[in-house]
């Protein structure tokens, strides 16, 4: 029955914007609202799934396949449909020794950089340092809003800060989290750093990657990571800049 009454329901919404458009002349206005119409139908056709006793439910969306990166010795989650590009650090190539990594998605972006210097760049350093970097390579003025530890990847403490580009208005137009740590397998500094238009998907991004990142590929990793938000606490610019 509730199927039924469903498609009752979808069939007489169709037929009203159609007899409406046939007490008229032809309208641009009304076949552009039927076939907006047409495929909210079609859409709704395949989120609802009609069971062998009548009963309507919402199908089960189609899990997105997840491909493990691990080109450069660590493990990090990427959809298998997410185009990665990396390149050097120092050089043009990306190595084990140092690379940066770039893929974006869903309205987020990633950057991830490694260095294995000696001493390692401790995770405050990274952190600053990929903050420093964004700028120079976008030449655009970010606005830093905190900065802390609690960070943690792989069970290894990080720290990390958040920042936030404004329009001319002063609006917020963009939000970016960056977290910093060390690998004690290799001695090698990481930074990551997650941007785009929404603090939440951006959030939710960097939790992500965060979880699922690997010092060591194949590995599997335990440790949850922390949930950083923008908070007016000192802030990695306040450390870059003197």
Known sequence: MRATRL?????????????AGCSKEKDSGDSKK?????????????????????????????PVAIADYKQYGFGLPVPSNVKVTAAGVTGKDASNDNGSL???????????????????????????????????????????QGAGQGLNV?????????????DARGTIEGVGIIGGWICPND????AM???????????????Y??????????????APAATPTPTKTASPAATARP
């Open 7 to 19: 498609i009752l329901i979808i069939t007489a919404c169709l037929s009203v914007v159609i007899l």
């Open 34 to 62: 039927i076939e907006e119409l047409t495929k909210q139908v079609e859409a709704l056709n395949k989120a609802v799934v009609i069971d062998a006793n009548g009963i309507a439910r919402l199908a089960t969306p189609t």
């Open 102 to 144: 770039l893929a974006s998605s869903g309205g987020t972006s990633l950057f991830l950089v490694w260095n294995k210097v000696s001493p390692p760049l401790s995770a405050q350093e990274s952190v600053v340092g990929a903050f420093n970097v964004l700028e120079s390579l976008t030449q655009a003025k970010f606005e830093a």
């Open 154 to 166: 792989d069970s290894q403490p990080g720290s990390y800060g958040t920042f936030v580009t404004r």
């Open 187 to 190: 001695k090698r500094s990481y």
């Open 193 to 207: 750093t997650v941007t785009g238009k929404a603090l939440e998907p951006v959030q939710q991004s960097f939790v």
């Open 209 to 222: 990657l965060t979880n699922g990142f690997r010092c060591e590929s194949g590995k599997t990793q335990t």
